[in-house]
């Protein structure tokens, strides 16, 4: 692991304790009084966790499709197209997220691809 890595990893993980006090905070606020069963303690971090699923989702497809060049060459054949990004809403395996991913269309062929990253 490299150094960048370590901090972020560091970072992360306060954030984490720190979501997770707030996260415990909130679900007292809606328990109320009362000593909570332990499946409603893990049901709502277990949604809160799938809360933070679907953020990193959306933002890391946002990110991969920012360091997409603009241009690409159509895979069959060869012209260089325009690389438009587009969003759309999925569901994952922790519920709706909106995506973001790129779309190129070659004017020659006259299809659509989807571009790696």
Known sequence: MDAKQAVLEKKLAEILRHASEVGAQIQAVEQGPGTPHYDQIESHAHGVGQQLSRLMQHTRTADVTAEHPPWI??????????VKTKTRQVISEDGPVELT?????CSSCRRDFFPSA
């Open 73 to 82: 060459e159509c895979p069959e054949c060869k012209k260089t197209g325009r």
């Open 101 to 105: 991913e790129n779309v190129a269309r």
